[in-house]
């Protein structure tokens, strides 16, 4: 089973979809921490440490991406956890899912991702024995 933190950068305050990913990835049978709304990238990052996750998912909406995925994959290495993988959702231009793939984000949904494509992508890229 992994352990994946679902967390909500930054002031965006519309979590519905955070909510149905945690969800789905809770009944595909992993174990889910959400972290709730508004939170910075250091508390995303201690969260992810003290609970020995292995991916971090963000649901970016607010359209400031490209720093809070920045700061959250910068946090981590200055951490030694660069191992807790990070993908996540939202309102992401293409154009930026080069330099978000660059900075080490593993995946980005982008609108429209079923959770079906979501869960399927975690079984496959992390197969459990």
């Known amino acids: 089973m992994l ?9 965006d305050g ?3 979809g955070a909510k149905v990913v945690a969800r789905a990835l809770r009944d595909a049978g992993h ?3 959400y972290t709730g709304l508004h939170q ?3 508390q ?5 440490i003290q609970e020995d996750a292995d991916l971090v998912g963000l649901s970016v ?6 720093s809070l995925f920045q700061r959250v994959t910068d946090l981590l290495r200055e951490r030694g956890a660069e191992d807790i993988v990070v993908f996540g ?4 231009p293409d154009e930026d899912l080069p330099a978000l793939a660059e ?5 980005i949904f982008t609108p429209g991702a079923t959770t079906g494509e979501i869960t399927g992508w975690v079984a496959e890229q992390f197969p459990e024995d």
């Not at 959702?89 to 992401?92: A, E, K, R, S």
């Open 89 to 92: 959702g939202g309102i992401v």
């Open 61 to 66: 909406l607010s359209g400031a991406h490209m």
């Open 3 to 11: 352990r994946i933190v679902v967390a909500k950068p930054g002031l």
């Open 14 to 16: 519309h979590d519905r």
């Open 40 to 42: 910075t990238p250091e």
């Open 44 to 48: 995303i990052v201690e969260t992810a």
């Open 31 to 33: 174990e889910v921490i």
């Open 103 to 107: 900075m080490g984000v593993a995946k």
